[in-house]
């Protein structure tokens, strides 16, 4: 089972950046969806990306393209979201999840990490 470790969480004002850490351990398969979701109060969980760390395949919503890239450090099996720009309404816990799968499409994450907190003021 993978274990997902998130860092990087924090409070910022509007227009800052923040870099969010996830690195997994515990894997039996290096090929791995990995991605990122967050969810606000009163708000459904949404996904914000997710990569795969053996082909590479990347996806990023549409509310954070230009904002948001999400990359891989495969040595060291993290996967980390770089957001810029930094909205309010991008103020949410913040999770790591992953799914040992040979491709993203259609993934199903069943490993996930414990969140971590987001805060952008304005």
């Known amino acids: 089972q993978v274990r997902l470790e998130e860092s990087g969480g924090g409070s910022v004002q509007a227009g800052g950046s923040l870099r969010l850490s996830c690195r997994a351990s515990g894997y039996t398969n290096t090929r791995r969806c990995m991605g990122w979701f967050r969810q606000a109060p009163g708000k459904e969980r949404e996904e914000v990306a997710h990569l795969h760390t053996f082909n590479g395949w990347l996806n990023l919503a549409d509310s954070v393209k230009g904002r948001f890239t999400i990359a891989q450090d495969n040595a060291n099996d993290a996967v980390y979201l770089q957001m810029n720009d930094l909205k309010p309404e991008d103020t949410a816990i913040y999770y790591c999840?992953?799914?040992?799968?040979?491709?993203?499409?259609?993934?199903?994450?069943?490993?996930w990490g414990q969140g971590t907190q987001v805060t952008v003021s304005s």
């Open positions: 999840a992953a799914q040992e799968t040979n491709f993203c499409a259609g993934w199903t994450p069943n490993s």
